[in-house]
């Protein structure tokens, strides 16, 4: 059973993420459940995808404290998100930073000591520059799928398996693009 | 075979499989993607109506007609839904009727988080449960097969955990039931006093027969383990209960009214302590513990948000939550970078006019730092409440007051608010904001864009002639990015002693995806006087120590800003 929080700013892909996740499950045989954020919440606030793998799933919410693995597409809600996470638990982080609106106001800062904080809780967290790696594939929009490349390879998937399910999920015209990034996230340190 | 789909879709495919014919909506968080998904299957006529109202008059028609028809909308969706609702009780069906209400308990898309199970109670109507995707499907089926049968409309009730929730489904072939003959038969079908009085106990018999029905009804189900403790659950909760407390016996309602009474009595009279977990209003309790039955309830439970594995577990068994850390800056949702109503909203707050807005993504103008937004109460009230303040405090606060409200939302309800104002006497100065879509449930076409569910072109609904049929003389349409157009056709229309409408018209950057030539800030002409970041545009930034930016990647070059800088400090093409 993994327990997956794949967690952002609305718009930053994280539907995409977890449904390449459904796909997988579905290729390699098991029980999968999904859980996404629509309407409101979308337009910029911070949004959570909860997708849970393994046999009989119950719940299609990750319970608070019970994710074996955070993937944070922005280093600020990885903080806000962390106690989700179990206390063996595995984080991913984006390094990529986009300003609350408190922030561009003015009325708050974004904190500086986001890596440093993330570290104290988990010490298994793993910091991936996802912008610029899209940036390398040609488009800043493939860092969704640049980040789901090393949560398949920190949770063990195997690498054919992920493609497939990339392959399913993503429309042809975007393919090439996408299996780039996968590949770029799956390999990165 | 096997597909991972969403709750909706899978609702979506209990329709299809069940040989609907017939399929009207308004989009409303969670419920929109069911309408979404039916309109792929060609077998279906899918519709989006102009509001629930409609769309259930339509579903009701088609089902007289003979043939089956689902209508779908979100809980507050059944407010508008409610007058053919109570009265579609009364007439009963000829091809089945399914309404789906998607419930929003802990309101992540809504304005409230009523508990439609109320309405189910108040028609004496059945009302079934799902708890997933599978169930989502069985249950849409056998709705329609229960609709027939006891001749009686069907509520689904799903909840945003269901709704956008992803569970594997088995597929199966769509069974065309084909149109029922229609026999004209007004003691059913015309609802005069006099034919009304005798199918007011036609129902109340269907209710009674529904309610000694259900205690062998499949979905409703007991699962006995150890007997220390039982729950009794509905819905996504029974997932959280079975997670929570493995060891648990549980009694399960697939339908939610009218309840399993022997059933209830049974299973209360093997565990030792009682539970009623349930989302929202304790409504399952108050009818249980009216039998005389000792329960626990909303004791413990909250009537507010949703519950989890978490809370159950804290709750039943003490066991703490991890809190989240509160001390960092919060994200709330935000107008888009180029939305075309922030321009509109940074006006209305300079000019520091009382607005009163509707529900849509201009509701974002409520929050910092534009913090335009007096009012939001429903579908279509910023036209009537405008109108009560002009009728309350007069000519001197009506000059500082407007309406603002999106075009779904003016077609849906605002039409009559306008007729009102005009009937009356009244002065509200009245902003459509036109960005030509349903914007912020994904994007649907409406009546005003000329487009159906399934993009073909049709009628265009012309906003400006329909507010003019109504009486308004003075209407201005001006592009809502130009600010100084925007705020001298409001000072202009706050000045006239009668009703009068600006569309602020612009397509949502969302759905134009037009790619513009991104703008930067000049850091030598930049004075640092911060006025362009009182727009709240996300892509706009400001280090500590006052050095402004502009993101190249999200920034669609709207020129907004561009607006607002007096040092010429904003160029076009910005580089990432």
């Not at chain 1, 993330?118 to 899209?134: H, S």
């Not at chain 2, 009214?257 to 409504?283: H, S, T």
């Not at chain 2, 449930?441 to 159906?452: D, L, M």
Request: charged content about 20%; glycine content about 8%; proline content about 4%.
């Amino acid at each position: 059973m993994a327990n997956i929080l794949i967690v952002g700013v609305g718009g930053q892909g994280t539907l995409l993420a977890s449904r390449v996740l459904g796909n997988y499950a579905v290729l390699t045989g098991q029980d999968c459940k999904l859980s996404e954020v629509h309407g409101m919440s979308q337009r910029g606030g911070s949004v959570v995808t909860h997708v849970r793998v393994g046999n009989n799933i119950l719940s299609p919410i990750v319970a608070v404290g019970d994710a074996d693995i955070i993937i944070a597409f922005e280093k600020l809600e990885a903080l806000r998100w962390r106690h989700y996470l179990k206390k063996d638990g595995m984080m991913v982080v984006n390094e990529q930073e986009i300003m609350p609106m408190p922030v561009i106001t003015g009325a708050m800062e974004y904190p500086n000591d986001i890596k440093q904080k993330l570290q104290e809780v988990c010490k298994n967290t793993l910091f991936i520059n996802a912008a610029e790696l899209a940036h390398e594939c040609g488009n800043v929009k493939v860092a969704n799928v640049i980040m789901l490349g090393a949560l398949a390879k920190n949770l063990g998937f195997k690498y054919e398996d992920i493609i497939e399910a990339v392959k399913m999920t993503v429309p042809a015209r975007f393919l090439d693009i996408n299996l780039m990034a996968i590949e770029k996230g799956f390999n990165a340190k | 075979m096997k597909k991972i789909l969403l709750g909706n879709e899978a609702i979506a495919r209990g329709a299809y499989e069940a040989g609907v014919k017939v399929s009207t909506a308004y989009p409303g968080t969670p419920s929109t993607e069911i309408t979404e998904a039916i309109a792929k299957y060609n077998e279906i006529y899918a519709e989006w109506s102009p509001n629930e109202k409609v769309a259930l008059e339509v579903a009701i028609g088609a089902s007289v007609a003979g043939a089956r028809s689902i209508v779908c909308m979100k809980h507050v969706g059944v407010n508008v839904a409610a007058d053919p609702l109570f009265t579609l009780a009364y007439t009963g069906v000829n091809g089945g009727l399914v309404l789906v209400v998607a419930d929003d308990p802990g309101m992540h898309s809504s304005q409230n988080e009523q508990d439609s199970r109320y309405y189910a109670i108040a028609n004496s109507i059945p009302m079934l449960e799902p708890s997933d995707s599978g169930e989502a499907k069985e249950f849409t089926k056998l709705a329609f097969e229960m609709s027939e049968k006891y001749d009686t409309p069907v509520m689904l009730r799903s909840t945003t955990r269901v709704s956008h929730s992803q569970s594997f489904v088995e597929l199966e072939e769509r069974n065309e039931v084909g149109v029922k003959p229609y026999i004209k038969d007004i003691t059913k079908y015309a609802m005069m006093p006099a034919m009304a009085v005798g199918r007011h106990k036609v129902v109340e018999e269907r209710i009674k027969k529904l309610a000694v029905d259900a205690n062998s009804m499949s979905i409703n189900k007991i699962t006995y383990k150890s007997t220390k403790i039982g729950i009794i659950c509905s819905g996504v909760v029974a997932k959280y209960a079975e997670e929570a407390l493995p060891d648990a016996s549980i009694l399960k309602f697939g339908m939610v009214n009218p309840l399993p009474m022997e059933m209830i009595k049974e299973f209360a009279g093997k565990v030792e302590k009682l539970y009623v977990i349930e989302e929202l209003e304790p409504i399952f309790e108050t009818q249980i513990k009216a039998q005389g039955i000792e329960c626990i309830g909303k004791e413990i439970f909250s009537i507010q948000g949703e519950f989890s594995v978490a809370l159950i577990k804290n709750k039943m068994l003490g066991e703490p939550i991890p809190v989240a850390d509160t001390t960092l800056p919060v994200r709330p949702p935000v107008m888009c970078p180029g939305c075309p109503h922030r321009s509109v909203f940074y006006v209305l707050k300079k000019l520091k006019l009382m607005v009163t807005a509707d529900i849509g993504c201009y509701t974002l103008g409520a929050g910092q730092p534009l913090n335009a937004v007096d009012t939001v109460v429903c579908m279509g009230a910023s036209i009537g409440m405008c109108h009560g303040v002009d009728k309350a405090l007069g000519r001197e606060q009506s000059k500082k007051t407007v309406a603002v409200i999106g075009d779904s939302t003016f077609v849906h309800s605002g039409i009559t608010g306008v007729v009102d104002a005009v009937y009356n006497q009244g002065s509200s100065t009245i902003i459509i904001l036109d960005n030509s879509t349903t914007g912020m449930t994904g994007h649907q076409p409406n009546p005003a864009t000329g487009r159906t569910i399934r993009d073909q072109v049709t009628h265009q609904l012309d906003l400006e002639k329909v507010v003019r049929a109504c009486g308004v003389n003075s209407v201005q349409t001006v592009d809502a990015y130009d600010m100084v157009a925007v705020e001298k056709a409001i000072k202009e229309e706050l000045e006239k002693d009668e009703v009068s409408v600006i569309i602020a018209r612009k397509p949502c950057v969302l759905l134009t995806k037009e790619i513009k030539t991104p703008y930067y800030i000049d850091n030598n002409k930049c004075k640092k006087c911060g006025m362009c970041m009182k727009i709240g545009c996300p892509a706009i930034m400001m280090t500590k120590d006052k050095v402004f930016s502009i993101k190249a990647d999200q920034c669609v070059g709207c020129g907004v800003c561009l607006q607002m800088c007096k040092f010429d400090a904003i160029k076009l093409g910005g580089k990432n």
